[in-house]
């Protein structure tokens, strides 16, 4: 952890000001874009006969927009909204699945800036986060102990991850737990900024040479 802290952008870093939208990423460009607001003639008077994908992409929109110092109150209704109708289909897929009472629920809490795992509806674990833009900041993640030896934690972060994928969101994992999950799943360090990428490669390549140096 603290060899990520020396080379990882720290959250409170300051980040030199771009008047140039076309000079921004991808990513940057996108979020600058979703500043628009969503106009009522846009948003579905009834969620539940709208597509899946395309619920997706509108939650994806309006979740842009909170990124701001004062989001309206409509905005954090409509995403709630958004939110929960998304979550009662993933749960009604997955009743077809598993046994009731044995399944995990995975939500995004936009009011205390967390994602959230539900167990039997206890909460067996969260990760703390801060958007920046187009990209998510894992902060700070708990797991209750009660829920430690059932492995939750590996699925607390892969759900985190495969959200941001959805949404098309960057992370930047500053909490240890997300980094040495990434480090078991290389995989999913596409969802890196490519600077971050790099840095995050290069000590996690440093840190198992040292281990494996100690042996």
Known sequence: MDENAQVLDHPGSARPAVTDPASLPRISRLALGATRQVDDAEYPADLSEVPTR??????????????????????????????????????????????????????????????????????????????????????????????RKLGLEPFLMQSVLLNAHRRRLAITPYCPEAQEFLRANPHYL??????????????????SAAQEGRR
């Open 190 to 207: 596409a969802l890196l900024p490519p600077r971050q990428r790099r840095r995050f490669k290069v000590i996690s390549a440093a840190k």
């Open 54 to 147: 395309q619920l997706r992409a509108l939650c994806n929109r309006i979740y842009q927009l909170l990124d701001c110092e004062y989001p309206t109150m409509e905005t954090r209704d409509r995403y709630e909204e958004l939110v929960e109708e998304l979550e009662r289909r993933e749960s009604a897929v997955e009743a077809q699945v598993e046994p009731a009472g044995l399944r995990e629920v995975f939500r995004d809490n936009v009011l205390f800036s967390r994602f959230e795992l539900y167990r039997n509806g206890v909460m067996a674990g969260y990760v703390q986060y801060e958007m920046r833009g187009g990209d998510v900041l894992l902060l700070h993640a708990v797991v209750d102990p009660r829920f």
